[in-house]
T-cell receptor, first 114, second 110 residues
Framework: DGGITQSPKYLFRKEGQNVTLSCEQN?????MYWYRQDPGQGLRLIYY???????QKGDIAEGYSVSREKKESFPLTVTSAQKNPTAFYLC?????????????FGEGSRLTVL | RKEVEQDPGPFNVPEGATVAFNCTYS??????FFWYRQDCRKEPKLLMS???SGNEDGRFTAQLNRASQYISLLIRDSKLSDSATYLC???????????FGTGTKLQVIP
């Protein structure tokens, strides 16, 4: 089955610790995205990558870092510099190109900072 | 003006009702449009694409009005299972990132 897998589903972290969220896709998609969603709010873009070894900041990149060493993988690190990291994190992928808008999402990772 | 705007609701409607949501966008050059559905504490899933000619999928109809820069979603004969948040997505085209609206919450009540 093709799809996009995020792990872990739930994560608890102490303040001051970095944490890395995994995102893997086997859809052969070029583009991958990380979004953050807070309760009652819309999706806000953290980082995105249209191609391997390249990525761009989204609207709220501060306190986060990513890498795109392989087409299938786009891990997100939430650093201690992120002031309010407790949120629902969603990874998505899509075919790159002019009609990108059909995003496939993972089930999300819910991060709680204690 | 926000890039993509939606009325957050909630829209509380009885079963069997017809309900419509609008979504406005600011970039007149936007190329493609989509509606997503998100259930509580779940990931968004693509509901339907929105074409210039309008498109229908069962009880759902999506329309695009380029002149007024909005898209709409009409749900007929609402079911309890339609209760969710509906997200509007706009793609400006090229390799630019898509933009999500904040969503409209629908609650269908018995």
């Amino acid at each position: 089955d093709g799809g996009i897998t995020q792990s872990p589903k739930y994560l608890f972290r102490k303040e001051g610790q970095n944490v890395t969220l995994s995102c893997e896709q086997n859809l052969n998609h070029d583009a991958m995205y990380w979004y953050r969603q807070d309760p009652g709010q819309g999706l806000r873009l953290i980082y995105y990558s249209q191609i391997v070894n390249d990525f761009q900041k989204g609207d709220i990149a501060e306190g986060y870092s990513v890498s795109r060493e392989k087409k299938e993988s786009f891990p997100l690190t939430v650093t201690s510099a992120q002031k309010n990291p407790t949120a629902f994190y969603l990874c998505a992928s899509s075919r790159a190109g002019t009609n990108t808008g059909e995003l496939f999402f993972g089930e999300g990772s819910r991060l709680t900072v204690l | 003006r926000k890039e993509v705007e939606q009325d957050p609701g909630p829209f509380n409607v009885p079963e069997g009702a017809t309900v419509a949501f609008n979504c406005t966008y600011s970039n007149s050059a936007s190329q493609s449009f989509f509606w997503y559905r998100q259930d509580c504490r779940k990931e968004p899933k693509l509901l339907m694409s929105v074409y210039s000619s309008g498109n229908e999928d069962g009880r759902f109809t999506a329309q695009l009005n380029r002149a007024s820069q909005y898209i709409s979603l009409l749900i007929r004969d609402s079911k309890l299972s339609d209760s969710a948040t509906y997200l509007c997505v706009v793609n400006p085209g090229g390799y630019q990132k898509v933009t999500f609206g904040t969503g409209t919450k629908l609650q269908v009540i018995p």
